[in-house]
């Protein structure tokens, strides 16, 4: 990519978008280029957040492990989007992983070379502010959805619980008066094997549910304090 390709890629970017061209030529040159082929990990959670990324080509997700270790995709990210610019000035580790979805190509810019630019062009510090701002407020929208979610779901979770726990005991029932009346209450062990199932099954869609509410808590927590 020659300079003049990254200076008006980077103009396009709504952090260095009111950079003068002066300050984009300084700013491309500390710009390293990097590919990373498909489905490649580029970063993990907890990694130390050493570098911005800012998406040249490709496209990537972002992944949140939840309690049960498993990789849920918080948002997936295109051309221009920037990733990590927060944990490069608080220096925490990185809150979520990043994976090519297909070949991606970034440029980076270093966390220390990144301070530097802070220092030399502090209109790169408003528009860190603005957009710290605009991430605040869809922030807020997916906190208050996923909070709606959360309850939906646990309102669902307490209804099949008590219809587990009604067919478990229409389930009991019929296999005492199954047992007690003999031969002729073939029909009540019938009945007492498919009231089992339904409590089985039951069951089992309520930890089903249970599993997505706590994906939900997770993507929450994650949306919150993501890096």
Do not use: C, W
Not at 3 to 15: N, S
Not at 50 to 61: E, Q
């Amino acid at each position: 990519m020659s300079g003049l390709d990254k200076i008006q890629f980077l103009r396009q970017v709504p952090l260095f978008r009111s950079l003068s061209d002066k300050a984009l030529l300084d700013l491309s040159a500390i710009t390293i280029e990097q590919t990373h082929p498909p489905k490649s990990l580029v970063f993990k959670e907890g990694d130390k957040g050493d570098a911005l990324y800012i998406v040249k080509t490709g496209k990537v997700n972002i992944l949140k492990r939840n309690s049960s270790g498993v990789d849920s995709i918080l948002v997936t990210l295109g051309k221009g989007a920037l990733i990590g610019d927060m944990a490069i000035i608080d220096e925490q580790p990185r809150s979520a992983s990043v994976a090519t979805i297909q070949e991606t190509t970034f440029l980076i810019i270093t966390k220390d070379d990144f301070r530097t630019l802070l220092g030399e062009m502090p209109e790169i510090s408003f528009q860190i502010l603005k957009l710290t701002t605009e991430r605040l407020r869809v922030t807020n929208t997916h906190l208050k959805e996923l909070e709606t979610s959360t309850k939906q779901m646990e309102d669902v979770i307490r209804v099949i619980t008590k219809i587990a726990r009604k067919s478990n005991l229409l389930s009991l029932n019929a296999s005492i008066e199954a047992a007690r009346v003999g031969e002729a209450g073939r029909a009540f062990s019938v009945v007492a094997a498919a009231m089992k199932r339904l409590a089985e099954d039951s069951a089992q869609e309520a930890s089903k549910i249970d599993a997505l509410l706590q994906d939900l808590q997770t993507k929450t927590k994650a949306i919150a304090g993501m890096n």
